[in-house]
């Protein structure tokens, strides 16, 4: 189904009033996982909870998945997949590179989403049939650029540090093979490759709702976004996005040897 | 000496104007180098053109290094050392942690200086006695926070693959040591360091226009930059700042085994 901009600008400045008085504020983070460090903030639970409440208002047949709270009648027609800060660790560092994730799965394939910045004001989006940004700096229709070459490619990836073992090879092999390689994006690298200012973007070992808001962004955009398999990337796992269809059959090649 | 705000506030608004309307504009990206890849875009001409001639207007005794445009008068007692956009490959990636900056060494030490980012509408700076942020959401003094222990430390580093040789294993073992490490900061590490987001930033082959106006931000908000032989930093190399006296020394002791 398509969606209306404005229901997903609601979610977003709900999700915003959440976590934007909280970005800066060294507020609490505490540890999700026993070991390594996965912070959670009051932010991160408070947006998932106000876009929660939004939808099963509007919709409430929808499914919904989200990184804090799990799961609600997952095998509905529609369900929404929420990442309330993809980038906690750029948000507990004062970098304003994380987002706010939703997107609405149809069918099992996302249609439509939006990726949400409220320190820049930033707002990319995708109503299931464009992609569009609206900033400060105004609004626009999206669309990727048209590289069709890895060396003429800026890839983008959170840390080569995530890959372990022969993927880091595979990433390496990849990353080598392009222009000009920049770290530290999480969900801010896919909009960018949206709106014509990365071409490649790597991740591996993505949740479902790190990735879901994204692949309508991407894919209405012009652009590309699978696992390094070539399948449908809903699921998370090892994902790659590209500007062209030539450039990601070029990136998926040079990955697996 | 000591510097107006409103005076350094002139000089990133100057700066503004030349850079943010080139700002994810698809403007004209020349090569510096005739090897590599080092991107010279309008913007960062523009805004050396603009800083350059308010300087010459109020202070025309004081000498002035830039990036773009070279050297005059450099014996001066009082000289101000601008790069017009650190961080040119964010910049061309559209990511907004690039910055403009513009610092005054004077006996040759840095004694006040700016971080302008006029995307996200952050300003931080010294006026040679205290650290400042000004921005859309408000204005505050700014200070380090507290750390004392490399266990409790983000680290920040533009990328682990510019450190080469022996180096790179004195960088690793930094970062190892650390509890948290984020990519692709340039200069808007330092500025994360200063208002107490993080903890410990590590650069190497740092041009003197790359730290001297980020040198006083750290020092007046409670931090400390040094090289990382202990030395002052104004002529750049191999950098090291950090929040606490304490975890300054415990961090050059693991950079030099």
């Given at each position: 189904m398509a969606v209306s901009p404005d229901f997903l600008r609601q979610l977003a400045a709900a999700a915003a009033a959440e976590t934007l008085p909280r970005f800066r504020a060294h507020g609490n983070v505490e540890n999700k996982k026993t070991c390594g460090f996965d912070p959670?903030?009051?932010?991160?639970?408070?947006?998932?909870?106000a876009i929660r409440a939004i939808i099963r208002e509007t919709f409430p047949e929808h499914g919904i998945i989200g990184e804090e709270f799990g799961v609600e009648n997952p095998d509905a027609e529609n369900v929404w997949v929420i990442d309330p800060i993809d980038g906690t660790r750029a948000f507990i560092t004062g970098l304003p590179v994380w987002g706010t994730l939703a997107g609405l799965v149809t069918g099992g394939r996302a249609v439509a989403g939006f990726m949400s910045q409220p320190f820049t004001g930033e707002f990319y989006f995708s109503d299931g049939n464009s992609s569009h940004y609206e900033g400060r700096d105004g609004a626009s229709r999206i669309w990727t650029r048209k590289t069709r070459n890895l060396a003429d490619a800026t890839i983008l990836t959170t840390t080569p540090a995530l890959y372990a073992g022969e993927k880091r090879e595979q990433y390496d092999r990849l990353e080598r093979a392009c222009r000009l390689a920049r770290y530290g994006t999480d969900c801010y690298a896919f909009a960018m490759l949206a709106s014509g200012f990365a071409d490649v973007v790597c991740e591996t070992g993505l949740n479902s709702y790190d990735i879901v808001a994204l692949i309508p962004i991407i894919e209405q955009a012009g652009?590309?976004?699978?696992?390094?398999?070539?399948?449908?990337?809903?699921?998370?796992?090892?994902?790659?996005?590209?500007?062209?269809?030539?450039?990601?059959?070029k990136a998926l090649k040079t990955i697996n040897g």
């Open positions: 959670v903030t009051e932010a991160d639970r408070g947006a998932e909870m652009g590309l976004v699978t696992t390094w398999d070539g399948g449908r990337a809903e699921n998370g796992g090892d994902v790659l996005a590209a500007a062209t269809s030539e450039l990601h059959e």
